[in-house]
């Protein structure tokens, strides 16, 4: 379960437009992620700029690195993104059933 510091440090990380276009690139790329080069390409942004911005979604737990060989794969943390999806909506309509549909759960692409 989120706590408050966490959902702020989400929310912080996705609060830039270029982190935000990364996230919303490897949400995407779904399970299989991306490498640094495929991200730059696809965002036509400088190497370096990207991986500021990823360093600082890694560090809020929105996006994971895992080295493939001689690559680097990033991927989207759906485990985060979900339960910082659940930490805003929780007390939605006080608790009573609503009308809203509900996010889709991205982990179980």
């Known amino acids: 379960m989120m706590d408050e510091r966490s959902a702020v440090a989400s929310l912080a990380a996705l609060a830039q437009g270029m982190r935000l276009r990364v996230f919303r690139a490897l949400v995407g790329a779904g399970p299989e992620g991306m490498t640094p080069g495929a991200l730059a390409a696809t965002?036509?942004?400088?190497?370096?700029?990207?991986?500021?911005?990823?360093?600082?979604?890694?560090?809020?737990g929105l996006v994971t690195q895992q080295r493939d060989g001689r690559?680097?794969?990033?991927?989207?943390?759906?485990?985060?993104?979900?339960?910082?999806?659940?930490?805003?909506?929780?007390?939605?309509?006080?608790?009573?059933?609503?009308?809203?549909?509900?996010?889709?759960?991205?982990?179980?692409?």
């Not at 965002?43 to 809020?60: C, G, N, Q, R």
């Not at 759906?78 to 909506?89: I, K, R």
């Open 43 to 60: 965002l036509d942004v400088p190497a370096s700029t990207l991986s500021f911005h990823l360093k600082e979604l890694m560090h809020a």
């Open 71 to 109: 690559n680097l794969i990033y991927r989207p943390s759906f485990e985060q993104m979900n339960e910082l999806l659940a930490y805003l909506t929780a007390h939605c309509c006080h608790g009573m059933a609503c009308d809203s549909t509900a996010a889709p759960d991205c982990s179980t692409c």
